[in-house]
């Protein structure tokens, strides 16, 4: 498959993932052009491996965890629509929806990642250790730490609503 092909068939899934793992849209559109600049010189080698898409997932999740840019605080959440549907009526579920994407944009990097692959990519705990380069038990304290702060905020959200 040509570098070419690869974008026709999977550019689009290859952004939605660095959304999610981003919670920035705009961020997102960097980090992968970044790593489709370095990924296109060394297609040749990358290609004849067994899993591409993994292989670049890697470089974006890389990437991401590198970037310079620290002052990453707000999410557009208009922008934010096409990570998926919801069920029923949308309009139930928006304010809470768009609470909790706002306090994973707010988590550390590495916790929102393991977040991300967790719930997003449904990767075990071993897999993101290995694309993090950490051991199993990091992935599950980020996990742990990152759930802490988001139930804790979303139960101080959903007391202030009552």
Known sequence: MTFEEYLDARLTYLLRYATVVTCDPHLAQDVVQNVLLRAHERWD?????????A??????????LSWRRRSL???PMAE????????????DSVPARDALVRLIAGL?????????????????????ARLLDCGEATVRSHASRALITLRTAMFAITKEAS
């Open 108 to 128: 550390p990097r590495r916790q929102r990642a393991v977040i991300a692959l967790r719930y997003f990519e449904g990767i075990s705990d071993a897999e993101i």
């Open 55 to 64: 292989y670049l997932k890697k470089m974006v999740l890389n990437e991401f």
């Open 80 to 91: 934010m629509d096409d990570l998926g549907g919801t069920v029923g009526d949308p309009g």
């Open 73 to 75: 605080r707000s999410v």
């Open 45 to 53: 080698r990358i290609g004849r491996t067994d899993q591409p898409e």
